[in-house]
């Protein structure tokens, strides 16, 4: 067990999960006090979304190279770290709201903690832990602005909005849970970032 308490200290875990928490809490609040009402889905996937970008932070050590030379097997450890951090994500969520009105259904929260730790996963295998939060950041700030979703297309771009089980979200939301999981697990977070590069 000291391995895995000395694992979550490197790689903020306490840190992430109380911006977790407070983030929930705080927007959860706001929805309820004056939001475009129980439809709206966009309170539900800000907290995810943060939670998501606030746990990035904990994909990357605090040496790269270290990890990848180091006598452990680091490919389930990482895959484990992705999967986990989405499910507390979504279980903070799920918690919040029994506190009062539901922002999300179940297989709303799971599908786009799902997607959106998988975005993470590969922000940090291609830009590093420093930068894993901006893919979900873009996507999301896309997302909220863009117009209705006629097209196929538009229905992929703005998949976190969808309602559950429409295929474009789930199907979108799961190629991103895979991929992300599976490249951060065979890769670990980059240590040359392509964003933020100096050149």
């Known amino acids: 067990m000291r391995w895995l308490t000395l694992y979550a200290r490197s790689r903020q875990v306490p840190a992430s999960l109380v911006a977790v928490v407070v983030s929930a809490v705080a927007v959860w609040a706001l929805a309820g006090d004056g939001g475009e009402g129980p439809g709206d889905p966009r309170p539900a996937v800000l907290v995810l979304a943060t939670g998501a970008m606030a746990a990035s932070i904990g994909l990357s050590g605090q040496d790269v190279a270290l990890d990848r030379t180091a006598a452990i097997r680091w490919m389930p450890r990482r895959a484990a770290h992705v999967l986990l951090a989405g499910a507390v994500v979504a279980a903070v969520l799920l918690t919040v709201q029994t506190m009062g009105e539901d922002m999300a259904t179940t297989a709303f929260v799971v599908r786009d903690s799902a997607g959106l730790m998988g975005l993470v996963a590969l922000g940090a295998t291609f830009s590093g832990g420093q930068y ?7 996507w999301l700030s896309f997302a909220f602005f863009a117009p209705p979703p006629t097209s196929t297309p538009m229905r992929v771009a703005t998949w ?32 040359s970032p ?4 100096v050149t």
């Not at 894993?132 to 873009?138: D, E, N, R």
């Not at 295929?167 to 980059?190: E, F, M, Q, R």
């Not at 392509?194 to 590069?197: A, D, E, K, Q, S």
């Open 132 to 138: 894993a939060w901006t893919p979900p950041f873009a």
């Open 160 to 191: 976190m909005l969808l309602p559950p089980g429409t295929a474009a979200g789930t199907w979108t939301a799961l190629v991103l849970a895979v991929a992300g999981t599976a490249a951060y697990a065979v890769a670990g977070a980059s240590t």
């Open 194 to 197: 392509t964003f933020g590069r």
